[in-house]
């Protein structure tokens, strides 16, 4: 049917003509009311043409069979609202966790309330008793600006099959009936932090016998959200457990059904996910957003997150990244539920691709890796030889008979994308560095990560959308051996511009000793985050902005370190500090010797504690806060312009300058000073030290000049090629005394200058800071 007519047939279901063009996009929706359609043989009567169209929106592949049963069951009026459509929905799904059952039509009828008729006085009844006495303290509290939504869903937990539009009318009239007419105060939008307070107050006020569901009352403006718990109760909406078969494309088989009671049973309902990176490499800001999905959704779920490594490849696997790894994930906040290895489930492997070579699923197969690359490698000439003849071969592998890349063991299907046969074992001679030499045969990724799942009773197996084109042989694998298969999700990836992630990359780059290790501050690696002083709270946080979604998402580093700010500006204790020293002598100091002042930690919150620093004769100010010839709009100080010590309660001005004899630099002001309270007031107050202590500090910038530094298109010369040669900068600071006891990674804000870190090399004579980030109002300063 031409795009023209199907907008008219559309429109006729009761569509407007931009929902009809909007629907026609849509191609699983077009076919599924093309179907439906088909099916009608009498003019719709009122209501039913948007019902189908719901029906449309929400039918899954797997009781797509069943359309001409829901298309009749909608025309005859007995689903003749959304909500008793998305209850056949939900029931045809069940029966679909059996392959072949039948539709036990009277068990329909009875679940989607067919011929169940709630009066408007049982509604008006139960609303009265809702508003006037569960909900009234919250409402005379609140008023209009609460959210009366959850008084619908209450009522929807005793009135099941209540009409929609009549009780959210009834409601609206109790509510008036208890609060009157509007006044202008009702009609003023709330500030946002008011909004959360009253969701919060909302759900604690409420007496505990009312179920609100937290999937309903989400109401997301975006895909993301200012922390994980908020965005995995909030807007991450997956299967529950034991519900596999209803999500699309999940393979129904003859044991399905018994073998989700089974796991059931052994997991209680328990959500069960896991974080399985392979301890080849250090882990990067990538693999953050995995942590926080994979550790945050079982957290909010109350369930459990394995690590697991994928041990596989012993050629690459290293102690240190066993170690780091770990280490990473206990630092965002995350303790796994249990620590395992892939290769604790080796022999278990091995015996499951013997029964896959039995059944004739599997092959030994002698092609070279070179000849299976490309997107069409020729077909193996080995795919039908004889399953005795493949379990011998694949004894002989296991038994080191068979030269290392001289076989493989395939398995008999194809991918998405068209791939077919992946490798599921092939011949390493390297000792494994928990099993020793007891293999020499090692299972490939595509066939270990959804057996383990399996065996680890995993219900959410979450990974990055580049294995979706894997999902059909982890169902295939699975099914194919007749047990448990969890559900693969996938989200979008995350990568940072001006940052490259590449273990063997960022290798070279360390071999080429652009950077020190895999922990530079100017990396994204998480070890180098942490170095640099991001803290967990944070990078957890930019996770939860940045959503789940299936869209890969690539963002500036600014994007984070804005995330940073927002964590240090209510956390990191403020200090004084110069970078760049220049002595300024007081001439007419006003004390008779070093005083010491009680300065605040947080200026604008005193009660979070002090600290002390010392004022004397001799002080410290940053050299770029004075100027001979100052420009216009200048602020601070110059011959011609006093300035104001922070904190101290003085006010200078410059008497001499003295200059190097030399080079002319100026080495020395000579000041006068007045009391801030009887000078006029300055037009800046600047950071100084007195009798201060020496600090290395470390400044970083961007290591790469272009967004995309690996796109050849962007940098030709290639990612080493383009290192901008003014990452990191190092400077000899003054600071006041009260730095002199620092631990590593204790964090700071130099007042003025940015957020800081003290860096590991710190030692008793040695303090080191690294630069986290700058201020926001760094630039331009006057």
């Known amino acids: 049917m031409a795009g023209e007519d199907l907008i008219i047939k559309f429109q006729e279901l009761g569509m407007s003509e931009q929902k009809a063009k909007e629907t026609i996009k849509n191609a699983n929706v077009t076919r599924n009311l093309q179907l439906a359609l088909a099916e009608t043989t009498k003019p719709l009567s009122d209501g039913v043409g948007m019902l189908l169209y719901h029906m449309a929106t929400k039918l899954k592949p797997q009781i797509a069979a069943e359309l001409p049963l829901l298309v009749r069951y909608i025309s005859e009026r007995k689903l003749d609202n959304t909500q008793r459509v ?30 169940v008729v709630v009066t408007p006085e049982e509604i008006e009844r139960v609303v009265q008793h809702k508003v006037k006495g569960t909900y009234k303290q919250i409402l005379l509290e609140q008023r209009y600006h609460f959210n009366s939504f959850k008084i619908m869903q209450d009522v929807r937990n005793e009135l099941k099959w209540a009409d929609a539009k009549f009780l959210k009318a009834a409601i609206d009239v109790e509510i008036f009936d208890l609060l009157g007419p509007k006044t202008e105060t009702d009609l003023i939008p709330l500030p946002k932090q008011n909004e959360k307070q009253l969701k919060v107050k909302a759900n604690t006020d409420v007496k505990s016998d009312v179920k609100v569901s937290s999937t309903s009352a989400a109401t997301p403006d975006d895909d993301g959200a200012n922390t994980i718990a908020e965005l995995m109760k909030t807007k991450v909406h997956f299967h ?19 073998l989700l009671r089974d796991h059931l049973q052994r997991t209680g309902g328990r959500v069960q996910t896991r974080f399985p990176p392979e301890p080849n490499g250090i882990l990067h800001i990538g693999h953050a957003k995995a942590i926080n999905i994979n550790f945050g959704y079982a957290a909010a779920q109350k369930g459990v997150c394995y690590l697991r490594y994928d041990d596989t490849n012993p050629e690459k696997e290293e102690e240190k990244f066993f170690i780091g790894i770990r280490q990473m994930v206990e630092w965002l906040g995350y303790t796994p539920y249990k620590i395992t290895y892939s290769s604790d489930n080796f022999q278990q492997l091995y015996e499951w691709a013997v029964v896959l070579i039995k059944k004739n699923l599997a092959y030994v197969c002698h092609q070279k890796a070179e000849e299976l690359k490309g997107f069409n490698p020729p077909p193996s000439p080995w795919r039908e030889r004889s399953v005795d003849e493949s379990l011998q071969l694949f004894e002989d592998m296991k038994h080191g008979k068979i030269d290392e890349g001289a076989a493989t063991l395939r398995l008999k299907l194809t991918l998405e994308e068209g791939k077919q046969d992946p490798v599921a074992y092939r011949i390493k001679f390297i000792p494994h560095h928990r099993t020793g030499s007891d293999w020499c045969i090692y299972p490939t990724y595509d066939y270990t990560h959804c057996l383990c799942d399996s065996i680890e009773d995993i219900t ?16 295939w694998l699975c099914n194919a051996l007749n047990i448990y298969c969890p559900v693969q999700w996938e989200y979008g990836r995350l990568n940072m511009n001006y940052a490259l992630v590449s273990k063997r990359k960022i290798a070279k780059l360390i071999s080429e000793r652009i950077v020190h290790d895999w922990d530079d501050p100017r990396l994204f690696t998480l070890t180098a985050l942490r ?25 500036d580093p600014s994007m984070l370190e804005a995330a940073v700010r927002d964590v240090l500006n209510v956390t990191a204790p403020r200090r004084l500090v110069v970078l760049q020293p220049l002595k300024v002598t007081i001439s007419n100091y006003p004390n008779a010797g070093p005083v010491e002042l009680q300065v605040p930690n947080f200026p604008q919150n005193p009660s979070l504690g002090l600290h002390k620093i010392t004022l004397d004769r001799v002080i410290y100010i940053e050299r770029s806060d004075f100027k001979l010839e100052p420009e216009k709009g200048y602020r601070r100080l110059s011959t011609k312009q006093s300035v104001g010590l922070r904190h101290a309660g003085l006010v200078i001005n410059v008497q001499e300058v003295i200059r190097d004899p030399a080079t002319g ?49 962007e940098v030709p010369g290639g990612f080493l090629s383009d290192i901008n040669e003014n990452s990191m900068s190092v400077m000899h600071a003054y600071s006041d005394q009260s730095l002199r006891g620092v631990k590593v990674y204790d964090k700071f804000q130099f007042e003025r200058i940015g957020f800081f870190s003290v860096d590991p090399e710190t030692s008793g004579t040695r303090i080191v800071f690294n630069r986290t980030v700058g201020l926001k109002e760094d630039s331009g300063k006057k």
């Open 460 to 475: 959410h197996s979450l990974c990055t959308k580049e294995f979706q084109s894997r999902r059909s042989s982890y169902y």
């Open 240 to 258: 529950a457990p034991g519900d596999n078969f209803k999500t699309d494309g999940y393979v129904v088989t003859d044991h399905t059904e018994q």
């Open 531 to 555: 170095r640099r002083g991001f803290p967990a709270e944070a990078i957890n946080n930019f996770c939860a902005q940045m959503g789940v979604t299936g869209a890969q998402i690539s963002v």
């Open 665 to 713: 630099e100026v080495v020395e002001l000579v000041c006068n000073s007045e009391s801030a309270e009887q000078a006029e007031k300055p037009k800046a107050f600047v950071q100084w030290v007195s009798q201060p202590i020496e600090l290395e500090v470390r400044l970083y910038e961007q290591l790469f000049k272009h967004k995309n530094p690996e796109d050849p298109n």
């Open 86 to 115: 998305d209850a056949a929905l939900e029931y045809l799904l069940k029966c679909v966790q059996k392959k072949n059952a039948t539709v036990d039509v009277a068990e329909l009828d009875r679940e989607c309330g067919v011929g």
